[in-house]
C-alpha cells in the first residue's frame, strides 16, 4: 500500500555519465536513493563509471553489470548498451546524451515515458524562467522537459532526505556523537576548544595563504582534510605526507588527514565542524543543509562563469546577514574562488562577524528544510505529464 501522499509507484531510468570529479555520481545516487526508499518508486540507475561512484559509496562492486542497494537497482552503463525496457519515467542527469536505440524505443512506446534533463544547480535568476520548459525532439514526436534544482519555489528545489534536519540537529545536540565520528573514521580527535574547519576544494584554491593565517592566528583551527586534492595541497604546503589518520601542527593549526568518506560520514563531518570549505555542488549543498557558516569553491567554469554563480548564490543567502558580515563573507568567497595571496587577511575579517554567520547558516538551513525536496517535486511534476 502506498504511504499517504506518495506519488503512485512508476519505474524509473536515471542516466548518469561521470564527467569528472564525484558530483555528478554523488547528486544522482542522492536522487535515486531517496525515489526508492521515500517515494516506495522502481529505480534504475546506469552509471558509466562505477568506481567513482564506488569512492562515495563503499559496497559498490565496480565489476559486476548489477546490483541493488537500498533499493535501488544500480546498472553498468556501457559503450554497448544492450536494449532494455523503457521505464515510465526517464531522467538524463546534467544533459548527458541517452543511447540513440533507447529514445527511439522511447517514442514507440505506449503511454509515451516522461523524460527529463535534471540540470545542475544554479541560483541564477534565470533558471526561474526555464525551470519545467519543454524541448520537443527535432525529429522523433517526444518532448524532453528541462527541470532545475534550485533555492525557490519557482525552481525545483534541493535533494533534501525525510527526517534529516531532525537527524542532523541530534547529532550536533548528542555530546557522544562528534567524538565517536573521530574515532570511527580514524581521524585523530581536534583539541577541545579549537575551530573545527573542513576542507573540500580544487587545486587552484590558494590555500598556502589560509595556512599561514591559520598558524599565526590567536586562536587554535583543527583543519580537517579528506584524502584528495586539497590534503595533497596541504601536504605540499607543510613539507610532510599526510597520509589519512595523521595529525600535522603548524603552530596554531592541526591538519587532521581523513580517509575519504563515504557519502553518508561526509555528512557527519559537515555536521561536526564549526565551517565547511565545500565545492561542486553536492558538498555545497550539504554544507548549507549541515547549518553551518560555508566558503564555497564553485566549479570552474570557460569564461569565469562561476563567478556569476557565487553572486547569484550570495544574492539569495545573505541579504538577512548584516552588511559587515555580507561584505566579508563576499570577499572570502571573491579571495577563494580567484586563488588570491591575500585569502588569511579574508578569513579574519570573517572571523570578526562570527556569531552572525553562525546563527544565519541556521535559519538558512531552516529556510532550504521548508521550501520542500526536489525528489517529492520531481515525482510529482513527472506524474502530471504521465496523466
Ligand atoms: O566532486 P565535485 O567537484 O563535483 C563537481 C560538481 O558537481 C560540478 O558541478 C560538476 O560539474 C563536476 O563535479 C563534474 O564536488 P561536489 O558536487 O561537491 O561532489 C562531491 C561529492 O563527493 C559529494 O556528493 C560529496 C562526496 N564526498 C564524499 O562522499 N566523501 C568525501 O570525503 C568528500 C570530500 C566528498
Not at 519555489?153 to 548528542?174: N, S, V
Not at 561536526?272 to 570549505?277: A, G, P
Amino acid at each position: 500500500m502506498r504511504a499517504p501522499g506518495a506519488p503512485m509507484k512508476r519505474s524509473w531510468d536515471i542516466f548518469c555519465s561521470v564527467v569528472d570529479n564525484y558530483g555528478d555520481a554523488g547528486v544522482c545516487w542522492r536522487f535515486a536513493r531517496q525515489l526508492a526508499t521515500e517515494l516506495g518508486q522502481d529505480v534504475r540507475l546506469w552509471v558509466d563509471d562505477l568506481a567513482t561512484l564506488q569512492r562515495i559509496l563503499p559496497v559498490i562492486d565496480p565489476d559486476r553489470e548489477a546490483q541493488c542497494v537500498s533499493a535501488v537497482e544500480i546498472r553498468r552503463w556501457s559503450k554497448d548498451f544492450a536494449a532494455t525496457e523503457i521505464a515510465d519515467i526517464v531522467i538524463e542527469a546534467f544533459g548527458v546524451r541517452l543511447p540513440e536505440a533507447y529514445v527511439a524505443a522511447m517514442a514507440k512506446r505506449r503511454p509515451q515515458p516522461a523524460w527529463i534533463n535534471l540540470e545542475y544547480l544554479s541560483a541564477e535568476h534565470w533558471v526561474e524562467g526555464c525551470h519545467g520548459l519543454p524541448s520537443p525532439h527535432p525529429v522523433l514526436p517526444l518532448t524532453k522537459y528541462f527541470y532545475f534544482p534550485g533555492f525557490t519555489p519557482a525552481t525545483g528545489g534541493l535533494l533534501i532526505e525525510d527526517g534529516l534536519m531532525h537527524a542532523r540537529a541530534a547529532y550536533q545536540e548528542d555530546v557522544a556523537a562528534i567524538p565517536a565520528f573521530w574515532r570511527v573514521q580514524n581521524i585523530v580527535p581536534p583539541d577541545d576548544g579549537a575551530l573545527r574547519v573542513s576542507m573540500f576544494c580544487y587545486g587552484h584554491a590558494p590555500l598556502a595563504s589560509l595556512v599561514h593565517a591559520w598558524a599565526t592566528g590567536d586562536a587554535p583551527v583543527a583543519c580537517i582534510a579528506p584524502e584528495g586534492v586539497a590534503l595533497a595541497e596541504l601536504s605540499r604546503i607543510v613539507g610532510e605526507p599526510l597520509a589519512p589518520g595523521a595529525c600535522v601542527r603548524r603552530g596554531q593549526l592541526a591538519i587532521h588527514a581523513a580517509p575519504f568518506l563515504a557519502l553518508d560520514a561526509y555528512d557527519r563531518l559537515l555536521w561536526s565542524c564549526d565551517i565547511n570549505f565545500v565545492r561542486g555542488e553536492d558538498s555545497f549543498v550539504r554544507s548549507q543543509l549541515a547549518a553551518r557558516p560555508l566558503v564555497w569553491h564553485a566549479y570552474p567554469q570557460e569564461g569565469a562563469a562561476e563567478f556569476q554563480k557565487i553572486s547569484a548564490f550570495l544574492e539569495r543567502y545573505s541579504p538577512a546577514l548584516e552588511p559587515a558580515a555580507q561584505s566579508s563573507l563576499a570577499a572570502c568567497f571573491e579571495a577563494w574562488n580567484r586563488g588570491s595571496g591575500d585569502m588569511g587577511e579574508h578569513w579574519g575579517a570573517l572571523r570578526g562577524v562570527w556569531p552572525a554567520l553562525s546563527e544565519h547558516a541556521h535559519s538558512w538551513a531552516l529556510q532550504l528544510a521548508a521550501g520542500g525536496n526536489l525528489a517529492r517535486n520531481l515525482a510529482d511534476f513527472c506524474e502530471n505529464r504521465l496523466k
